[in-house]
């Protein structure tokens, strides 16, 4: 697998991190994404011992920030005090980006929403470049209102101007997006991790993400962008629903990362 690829955790449901782990090792894996949830229960020393048997290394987490809507001050002060804590387990595992969901907005208006996460997260955003941990944003469906407020990329990256953090292209919800080269290059300067996956047309339902190869999203053709842009980063594979299932986690991720390190040898990047 292309050294520069990772394998998402949220990918494998309730299995524990020893299976993950091997079933990475097993996959030819060499970087994964973790989930907050278990390097704030487990920390960074006990995950450290755990990938370093394997020769593994954590390179991403993904974390919701804010459980409740940022109209919800004590919730954001709860989510600051978080994931300050997150920013120091990460920092000691060796992750560069933390990329989140931000909360739902709740009575506020998208752009009082968004000066509420600003505000909330600087100290955060401060205490990761002390730590060189980034934290990010992604890009995510509408369908997801409840617990985020970026949803197209154009949104992610307004939002990052807002907040000043780092952003994480999600491919599988920004392909479609008009002027998406431009909006691209716009995004670069703050890109910290792009996300991988494939959407078959007709599909209706979240999750349902395909194998890359298996849908209608022009990977090639966006890594070439991507890479002409300027990013040389992770490139995160986040597979999960009804048809990763049907496959198996493993067996989906070991496809996927064997078509997309062909794209990226074809394309010589």
Known sequence: MHPRLSIHQVGFGAQSLDQFADACVRIGARQLTLVSPLLLADGAASIRATLAE???RAVNVAHGFCATPLSDPAGRSAARDTLLRLIDEAAALGVGTVYMLTGGRGTLGWEEAADAFAEAVRPCVERGRAAGVAIA???ASGLYADIHIAHSLSDTIRLAEIADVALCIETYFGWPEAGLAEL???AMPRCTLVQLSDYVPGDRSLPSRAV?????????TLLRIIHDAGYTGPLDLELLG???DAEGAEAAYARAGAVV??????LRL
Not at 261 to 266: E, I, R, S, V, Y
């Open 54 to 56: 394997r020769g593994l």
């Open 137 to 139: 944003i992604e890009n």
């Open 184 to 186: 691209i290059r716009r």
């Open 212 to 220: 890359p190869g298996d849908g209608a999203i022009p990977l090639a």
């Open 242 to 244: 009804p048809r990763i």
């Open 261 to 266: 390190t062909d794209m990226l040898t074809t």
